[in-house]
């Protein structure tokens, strides 16, 4: 009998983790009345960028959609009131996006839902020390994801006159 791939077994987990937790987590948000997780993401990270907001390539890039993917995303959102959307003053092909007030505290509200499915799917199965391990050898194979949200620069980035809420 060969040896055991462990690296390739880690990988399938992993793979499979995302995949069967993000379905259920997703699905149980909703139900809940709360936003679905793709939701959640663009408004945690607009709500870290603050009032500057952010540019559509970098929000595509921080909750890993595709930009047509995000621009459906935003576009939902927008006419759900969660986001406002305009054109930088500085360069007009380039649409900013901010959460709104709405939109933040949709977020905020469906924290506590979200904070319970993951103690619920993830809690009741490893304990603290575990889950502190799993989270730095996540972050060793990708450094990026050992930020706890994202806090680099928030681009000063201001919008056209008459264009967009904030």
Do not use: F
Not at 41 to 65: F, I, K, N, P, Q
Not at 112 to 120: A, P
Not at 128 to 148: F, H, K, M, W, Y
Request: charged fraction near 25%.
């Amino acid at each position: 009998m060969p040896p055991i791939d462990w690296r390739k077994n880690a990988w399938i987990s992993i793979l499979c983790a995302y995949e069967v937790l993000y379905k259920e987590i997703n699905k149980s948000m909703v139900a809940a009345g709360c936003v679905d997780l793709a939701t959640y993401d663009a408004l945690l990270h607009l709500e870290e960028a603050g009032s500057s907001g952010v540019d559509m390539g970098t929000l595509s890039d921080r909750v890993l959609l595709s930009i047509s993917g995000v621009s459906r995303l935003v576009a939902r959102l927008e006419r759900d009131g969660l986001v406002s959307v305009c054109r930088s003053a500085e360069n007009h092909r380039v649409k900013l996006v901010r959460a709104t007030e709405k939109g933040l505290q949709a977020r905020v509200a469906a924290w506590e839902v979200y904070r319970g499915l993951i103690d619920q799917h993830v809690g009741l199965v490893i304990d603290d020390r575990e889950a502190e391990q799993v989270a730095q050898i996540l972050g060793r194979v990708v450094p990026s994801c050992a930020l706890v949200g994202w806090s680099g620069p928030k681009p000063q980035i201001k919008c056209q006159e008459g264009q967009g809420g904030g």
